[in-house]
Structure formats: C-alpha cells, structure tokens
C-alpha cells in the first residue's frame, strides 16, 4: 500500500505477572479502515490479549504475554497489515 507507519514503542506497565500493556506511537495512517487491519492482524498473535487503535491519537495499545509475543512480533503485525512499521528512537 506504500504507506509508512512510524512507531514509537513504551511498555507502560505490567498488568499482571506475564502480562504487559506496550503502546505503540503509529504516524501516517489515513483512514478508519487501516485501524481495523492493524487491530485484526495484532490481535491474531498468540499471546495478545487485547488490541486498540486510537485513529485520532495514532496510538496503538497492546496488551500481551512478553513471553510470547514481542514488541518485535507487534510491529511485524502491523507490517503484514500491509504498513511499513519501524520502532521509534523516542
């Protein structure tokens, strides 16, 4: 689709022993449909419990097993969702 999504990754907090809520910062995405693509493709990896897209703020909040999916994993999703995906400096 060529379009470019930034990520800013923080992992905000443990919720429970194995249980990390992580936050990605998207940038780029243009329309509603791209939330629903990133939240299908993410939530299908073993070990996410829940997904959110905030269109509006471009945040991306995950909450995974650490164990089983990495911060890695989350921004490999998003890129088969058919977005390019890169962890931000920041």
């Known amino acids: 689709m060529g379009l470019e999504i930034g990520i800013e990754h923080r992992e905000v ?6 249980t990390t809520r992580t936050v990605l910062r998207a940038e780029g995405f243009s329309c509603p449909s791209c939330v629903d693509k990133i939240e299908k493709r993410v939530g299908r990896l073993d070990g996410v419990e829940s997904v959110k897209v905030y269109f509006a703020s471009a945040r991306i909040e995950v909450v995974h097993d650490a164990g089983k999916v990495s911060v890695g994993d989350l921004v490999a999703a998003v890129a088969k969702a058919g977005y390019e995906a890169a962890p931000s400096a920041f």
Do not use: C, E, I, Q
């Open 13 to 18: 907090g443990k919720v429970n022993a194995t």
